[in-house]
């Protein structure tokens, strides 16, 4: 057991390294920089959402005072989606920068108004952005291979190994005391900017708290490994060059190669469609039920409404009921495409889970991801909300459209607003 006094000790001795306070300084600049990056980017979505709810609202009642008929008012009547940043966003905001987070739809065809702003590059975040995450799961590591690779070599190439051994009551109290006053003010180095943006953001306690270990868990990982690994090689006459290159090489395999080349693996062992094409196929469908027989259309739509059987009877060339049931039939023909790419998005999900079991890093930043609510599932239910949303849409319309006369106005008071905050799951 390590004493007080050893760590003392080792504090004193440590903290007259210059090199060493300049490093840790450096590493709590860099924390601190991503932190305070994510704390700007949530707090620009939310004041984007706030702001675009304001207008949304005005332009909508501002389009509807102007309608004398129904079809209009659907057709011209624009609906602000969202899917506010979490509290803890800030410290991972993983898919958000990849699959979007706001959405203005209409109650057209819905999978074309989702798909048409799909995703950035999904290639380009295999890492991830510079926030807290990518600190913990990709740098970490490295801020610790710099740190305690030599903390043996270092003193048998300088000549003090044997005399250290030798004056030390137990040699292995010394090299651990020094490596924990190493690691708890790296830790602390990266953890306090953590904790001030989780008070800025107002974050949940255990949820911070959680993320606050998971960096303590990754940090006690790579700790360990390489002082095993320092202690093995040194052993065997290497270096502390070899040694810090071993350990790089690890790091490596670990962080950058084995996500990567799974991730390449994964994409060619699911297949699926893209947002693409899914949206050609309802846009194809859309414009071809100009062409076609107004039976045709009924037929698709009556699938699904049923209800409506007795009110397709159409007495010009145009009604808004059979432009919205033609527009319903394109997302019904798209339906199976649609639900293959998010069924596949699951499957790539889960495999990339089963493939961070052997690769700490990625692990880690999965789990951050979680607690942040960044992640797939998290940007999956936002899509189902937006789906959700606009369903209630055509619900609220179809009545209006097959069975109302006159237009009236104050039919249009209750419209489905989309809800003050996204149900995640």
Do not use: C
């Not at 300088?158 to 009551?169: E, I, M, S």
């Not at 959680?210 to 006459?237: D, I, N, S, Y």
């Not at 899914?278 to 739509?301: C, G, M, S, Y």
């Amino acid at each position: 057991m390590v004493l007080f006094s050893d760590l003392v000790r080792e504090f004193r001795f440590l903290s007259k390294q210059r090199y060493i306070v300049l490093f840790l300084f450096a590493v709590f600049l860099l924390s601190a920089f991503a932190v305070w990056s994510g704390v700007t980017d949530s707090h620009q979505q939310q004041v984007a959402i706030e702001r675009l709810l304001e207008k949304d609202a005005v332009d909508r009642e501002s389009v509807l005072a102007k309608q004398v008929d129904y079809g209009d008012a659907a057709y011209y009547s624009f609906h602000f989606t969202y899917d506010e940043p979490s509290p803890l966003a800030f410290a991972a905001m993983g898919q958000r920068d990849v699959y979007p987070w706001k959405h203005r739809i209409r109650m057209l065809a819905l999978e074309g108004q989702i798909h048409e702003t799909d995703a950035e590059n999904p290639e380009l975040s295999l890492l991830g952005r510079f926030d807290f995450a990518f600190i913990i799961s990709v740098l970490l590591p490295i801020f610790v291979i710099l740190l305690l690779h030599d903390l043996r070599s270092a003193e048998r190439e300088a000549g003090r190994y044997d005399l250290l051994v030798v004056t030390a009551k137990n040699p292995y109290k010394l090299w651990t005391a020094r490596a924990l006053v190493l690691s708890a003010f790296l830790a602390a180095a990266m953890l306090l900017p953590l904790i001030v943006g989780a008070v800025v953001m107002q974050a949940p306690l255990l949820k911070t708290g959680l993320m606050a270990l998971l960096a303590l868990g990754h940090l006690l990982f790579w700790v360990v490994l390489t002082m095993v690994v320092g202690r093995v090689m040194m052993a065997r006459g290497q270096s502390s060059p070899r040694i810090a290159s071993a350990l790089l090489a690890g790091w490596l395999a670990l962080t950058v190669i084995l996500p990567v080349v799974g991730e390449t693996v994964i994409n060619q062992l699911i297949r699926s469609p893209n947002g693409g094409e899914i949206v050609l196929l309802q846009r194809e469908a859309v414009n071809d039920a100009w062409d076609k027989p107004f039976a045709a259309t009924w037929d698709e739509f009556l699938k699904t409404h049923p209800e409506w059987a007795e009110h397709t009877e159409m007495e010009s060339s145009f009604h808004w009921k059979w432009y919205y049931a033609f527009q319903q039939a394109g997302d019904q023909q798209a339906a199976e495409l649609s639900q293959a790419y998010r069924d596949a998005i699951v499957k790539k999900d889960h495999a990339a889970g089963l493939l961070s079991l052997f690769s700490p890093p990625m692990l880690v930043q999965r789990l951050m991801l979680s607690l942040a609510e960044t992640d797939v599932a998290a940007s999956l239910a936002y899509e189902q909300s937006v789906r959700d949303h606009h369903r209630a849409l055509r619900l609220y319309f179809y009545p209006l459209l097959f069975e109302k006369g006159e237009f009236d106005s104050q039919e249009l008071a209750d419209i489905p607003v989309y809800g003050s905050h996204t149900v995640r799951y």
